[in-house]
């Protein structure tokens, strides 16, 4: 069967917004079983499609949200015929405004990376709705086989006051409800290490903790704490933390749970009156510990790598072009 072709709308970010490569390279890795062009800068869809070297099958506009941060701001992408689909990250940005370029554009298929906080947004959308999740990139997220030199680790965004060393960007308070609890319970307790969250836009530097240095410590630790926000949404860290082969204690939503996350077979689910109990528990019980961990391990790359990932993402292009009879672009309008 011939590959699918694919135009993928996406600005470069994979160097200049380094805490976000691992976004980037989830999108490279459809390079593995479909022929792939990247546009990176803004422009017009027929100039645009002139310039690749094939007529794609598929146009994928990645994120535009955040004012087109990571996606090129296109325009006249409702006037070709060529089958069109996005990419929606944070549910919470701007709903309006996607539903405004989603109809501007006649997008066909909407990727989300959350199911059901996307729904309870946009239950307009349903219909062009597919589940894309976050996954893992294995170079990074695996087992390095380091030492467990951390007992309890806790990483990312919260809300925190440090006025000897003030964080660059503060979510909302409240956001993660759950991480702020942990890190005010847990702060004082021995063995317990945060590393607040960069920055979105946090520039290139050896101290960030990304790819390999954020993969070695997420391996080093013993127990590893998040939550999906009050949002309830399936973020990264699920995936990563038992990944990298650390017990993952979280804040269970409906979407992990219907990805496979199982309370106490491969991950152990918790709350803000029970984490610091289970925590002192499963730091106590090294058995109990590593068989969670090491099945949390066997889950995350059987079903939940960039790869795998990426089938199902051109799957869903492929059952989508089948059942609409392909809708290439006519021949003049390119």
Not at 32 to 38: H, K, Q, T
Not at 44 to 60: A, G, Q, R
Not at 141 to 169: C, H, R, V
Not at 290 to 319: A, P, V
């Amino acid at each position: 069967m011939n590959k699918l072709k694919i135009l993928i709308l996406i600005r470069n970010f994979g160097n200049n917004l380094p805490k976000h490569k691992h976004l980037f390279d989830s999108v490279t890795a459809i390079e593995d079983y479909a022929d792939v062009e990247y546009w990176y800068n803004d422009g017009n869809i027929f100039d645009i499609l002139d310039k690749i070297s094939f007529k794609p099958d598929f146009i994928y506009h990645y994120d535009m949200s955040w004012g087109y941060a990571v996606a090129p701001e296109i325009t006249g992408l409702d006037k070709v015929s060529i089958p069109k689909g996005c990419l929606v990250g944070d549910v919470h940005y701007l709903p309006q405004k996607r539903i405004e370029y989603i109809e501007k554009n006649n997008i066909n298929i909407i990727f989300s990376l959350s199911k059901y906080p996307f729904l309870k947004v946009f239950p307009q959308y349903e219909s062009k709705f597919r589940w894309l999740p976050h996954s893992i990139n294995e170079n990074y997220i695996k087992d390095w086989k380091l030492d467990k030199t951390i007992d309890f680790l806790l990483m990312g965004q919260l809300y925190y006051e440090d006025e000897k060393n003030p964080p660059k960007q503060l979510p909302p308070k409240g956001r993660y409800k759950f991480r702020d609890t942990v890190l005010e319970r847990m702060k004082h307790e021995k063995g317990f290490t945060f590393h607040p969250h960069p920055g979105h836009r946090a520039k290139p530097s050896e101290n960030l903790i990304i790819n390999e240095k954020y993969g070695c410590e997420l391996n080093k630790s013993k127990i590893f704490f998040t939550c999906g926000s009050i949002l309830k949404g399936p973020v990264k860290k699920f995936f990563e933390a038992p990944g990298c082969k650390t017990l993952l204690l979280a804040e269970p939503n409906k979407d992990i749970l219907e990805l496979g996350f199982k309370d106490g077979i491969n991950f152990v689910a918790c709350d803000e009156t029970d984490f610091y109990d289970k925590a002192m528990y499963y730091i106590r019980n090294d058995k109990e510990r590593k068989r969670i961990t090491n099945n949390g391990y066997k889950f995350i790359h059987t079903y939940h790598t960039d790869k795998i990932r990426s089938q199902q993402f051109l799957k869903y292009i492929k059952d989508y072009l089948d059942k609409n009879e392909g809708g290439s672009c006519n021949e003049g309008e390119n």
